[in-house]
T-cell receptor, first 109, second 113 residues
Framework: RKEVEQDPGPFNVPEGATVAFNCTYS??????FFWYRQDCRKEPKLLMS???SGNEDGRFTAQLNRASQYISLLIRDSKLSDSATYLC??????????FGTGTRLTVIP | GAVVSQHPSRVICKSGTSVKIECRSL??????MFWYRQFPKQSLMLMAT?????????EQGVEKDKFLINHASLTLSTLTVTSAHPEDSSFYIC?????????FGSGTRLTVV
């Protein structure tokens, strides 16, 4: 079983739509959780960390469910510029990072 | 802040030659640097963890004699792909841990012809 699993998509949504991504992780001892955004052929960039209490940054909301071992990312009012691959990243101990395969989002005009 | 500079961004080399990739932490000290590889449509896979002043730790299946890592200072880690082959063609990226998360270099796209 993979450490982190994501639906690869693609998700094609119209501008203004709300879209949600989920990600599951296998190691219950995982400590830190992140969503990264990766544009084609570019490096991943931190979108937001994910906290147990949930957190929101503008149009983006991330939530963590430790009991079910999943993380979600909600994007409201999608913009064309949101088109990218969204990586779910989970950190175990000893600085290990585990990446999902990423979910590809395309926002359509 | 917390910028990692990675060079080169793109390199094409002949089969059998070696390529060195550098990652520098510009405004912080990175005692540990992580090296990843990403093949098309796949996730980032950790190759090795480089520790300043000591030997790197390689992941299972990664040949340490082929992928030489040097982390001689707190701001510089290098990955050398030795005797490169076409199957080594990939996107290589470094990362360092910082407060609040991890910061990535801009990546190096290696094409071996």
């Amino acid at each position: 079983r993979k450490e982190v699993e994501q639906d690869p998509g693609p998700f094609n949504v119209p501008e203004g739509a709300t879209v949600a991504f989920n990600c599951t992780y296998s190691n219950s001892a995982s400590q830190s959780f992140f969503w990264y955004r990766q544009d084609c052929r570019k490096e991943p960039k931190l979108l937001m960390s994910v906290y147990s209490s949930g957190n929101e940054d503008g149009r983006f909301t991330a939530q963590l469910n430790r009991a079910s071992q999943y993380i979600s990312l909600l994007i409201r009012d999608s913009k064309l510029s949101d088109s990218a691959t969204y990586l779910c990243v989970v950190s175990g101990g000893a600085n290990n990072l585990f990446f999902g395969t990423g979910t590809r989002l395309t926002v359509i005009p | 802040g917390a910028v990692v500079s990675q060079h080169p961004s793109r390199v094409i080399c002949k089969s059998g030659t070696s390529v060195k990739i550098e990652c520098r932490s510009l405004d912080f000290q990175a005692t540990t640097m992580f090296w990843y590889r990403q093949f098309p449509k796949q996730s980032l896979m950790l190759m090795a963890t480089s520790n300043e002043g000591s030997k790197a730790t390689y992941e299972q299946g990664v040949e340490k004699d082929k992928f030489l890592i040097n982390h001689a200072s707190l701001t510089l880690s290098t990955l050398t792909v030795t005797s490169a082959h076409p199957e080594d063609s990939s996107f290589y990226i470094c990362s360092a841990r910082r407060e609040g998360g991890y910061t990535f270099g801009s990546g190096t796209r290696l094409t071996v012809v």
